[in-house]
């Protein structure tokens, strides 16, 4: 018997034991458009405002703006933070504006009273060692919504404690040796469609 074919794009299918593979066409969705990011690599550092931690403050360079290709799409936004602090506490969120509206939380956890919303855990601090720094991360697939010509800003925000000053990209301590670190930080937003 003559072996079947498929039309290109086709794959092999199975059917089952016993039973004979057939060409099948792909399922339709859950592709790739288009990935945008931005990474940080120089050092910044933010002192709390007076009101502590529920007070937030953009990291200037961790903005991704992203006009969607296709309608409906998600977007994948990852977020990674190099940050150090023997201070006190805080923690990090993403916020985003579609065409040109209002900042809003994306992705936000289950509120709780007055308790601060964040993407990382409010852990801030590591031992007294000017040494030290950590990564957080966190992923969330959001679907906005949008036209299809619409601009979507998404940007990095963070808070501390008042009184407290945390440091991005690099140890506590500035000094030039060995024992201190330099780190990169970045947002990675890829739309799903």
């Known amino acids: 018997a003559a072996v079947a074919t498929g039309t290109s794009g086709h794959f092999l299918k199975s059917q089952g034991a016993g039973s004979v593979p057939v060409f099948a066409a792909a399922a339709a969705g859950g592709k790739v458009q288009q990935m ?14 007076s009101n502590g931690h529920n007070v937030f ?4 360079g961790l903005t991704v703006t992203i006009t969607p290709a296709k309608a409906s799409s998600k977007l994948l936004i990852d977020l990674r933070l190099v940050i150090a602090n023997n201070e006190n506490y805080g923690t990090a969120k993403i ?16 509120s709780s009273g ?8 409010n852990h801030f601090r590591q031992s007294n060692d000017n040494t030290e720094s950590c990564t957080y991360s966190n992923q969330y697939l959001w679907t906005p919504t949008y036209d299809i010509t619409e601009d979507i800003i998404i940007k990095c925000q963070w808070s501390m404690a008042a ?4 440091v991005l990209n690099r140890s506590k301590q500035s000094t030039n040796a060995t024992n201190t670190f330099l780190g990169t930080s970045g947002i990675t937003v890829t739309e799903i469609n």
Not at 36 to 49: E, L, P
Not at 57 to 60: E, G, Q
Not at 114 to 121: A, L, P, V
Request: aromatic share 8%; glycine share 20%.
């Open 114 to 121: 007055s308790m601060t919303q964040g993407w990382i855990g």
């Open 163 to 166: 009184g407290a000053t945390v």
């Open 36 to 49: 945008v990011q931005v990474y940080k690599t120089d050092v910044a550092t933010q002192a709390g405002g």
């Open 57 to 60: 403050f953009d990291i200037s």
């Open 95 to 110: 916020v985003a504006n579609v065409d040109g509206g209002s900042f809003a939380d994306v992705g936000p956890p289950g």
